[in-house]
């Protein structure tokens, strides 16, 4: 049986909560909006930290939270939500048009299993939004150096890069549509100090994109068209009869 690692995505649910947390908190709730602002269909989820609403911005009617065992401390202010596990998701094949996964792939022991789940209940040409910290970026950088706290919750071993992701994406019925990075600070504990390195973000979108802590991706699910072909007597049957009515015309112009 698949399960979310608890400790983890609860301890990340009180990290949004600092300084760091509210920083990317913020960029991704911007870029987010962008993605999903005209994402159209009947029923859109976001899968984890249901108490962070980045479904705010999109006008589908019907919208599902789920999540997978927080405190009841965590779920104060959120709106209803289901528990679920993102492995297992209670929903019907292809019966979703819009999947938000904030940093779930990162928080779960089976990530692959989780894109195959959202892979599943997504509709034909439905969106799936993705976010997650950059393992190859400054704040990666600083998780891997011994003897030093790590600014994130999350283990950067198990953080999963945007190249992994691109290759399951391969593997899956899935289309990258667009995608940013972001948060470019130096790791930092504090508010003041991320102000002062605040210019790094205008400058890493120019100089080193790739290097953003954060990143957010949206995919489209595409599948191939089936076109319905009738049997091949009737397209021969139909020449024969055109051909026909030809000869009978030309013959009654001879004569």
Not at 86 to 107: A, G, K, N, T, Y
Not at 238 to 255: D, F, L
Request: contains cysteine; hydrophobic residues 45%.
């Amino acid at each position: 049986m698949f399960e979310l690692d608890q400790p983890l995505i609860t301890e990340l649910a009180g990290w949004l909560e600092t300084p760091a947390g509210q920083y990317v908190r913020n960029w991704e709730q911007k870029k987010t909006n962008g993605m999903v602002t005209n994402a159209f269909g009947y029923h859109a989820v976001q899968v984890g930290l249901p108490h962070w609403d980045l479904l705010a911005a999109n006008r589908i009617p019907h919208k599902i939270h789920t999540h997978s065992g927080f405190s009841e401390d965590s779920l104060i202010g959120a709106s209803p939500a289901l528990y679920a596990q993102p492995e297992q998701l209670p929903f019907e094949s292809q019966s979703v048009d819009l999947l938000i996964l904030p940093h779930v792939l990162e928080c779960s022991n089976h990530p692959h299993q989780v894109l195959r789940e959202a892979e599943r209940v997504l509709v034909p040409e439905g969106r799936l939004v993705i976010s997650g910290f950059n393992p190859w970026s400054l704040w990666g950088a600083q998780a891997r150096i011994p003897g030093v706290d790590p600014l994130v919750p999350v283990p950067a071993h198990m953080q999963v890069s945007l190249p992994r992701l691109k290759d399951w994406f391969k593997l899956l019925s899935l289309e990258i549509d667009r995608g940013h990075f972001g948060c470019y600070a130096a790791p930092c504990f504090t508010q003041r100090w991320l102000q002062r390195w605040s210019f790094m973000d205008a400058a890493g979108d120019r100089w080193w994109p790739v290097c953003g802590a954060v990143y957010v991706v949206a995919a489209v699910k595409r599948v191939a068209s089936v076109r319905l072909v009738g049997p091949a007597w009737k397209g021969k049957k139909k020449r024969r009869m055109r051909r026909a009515a030809v000869v009978a015309s030309q013959r009654q112009a001879g004569s």
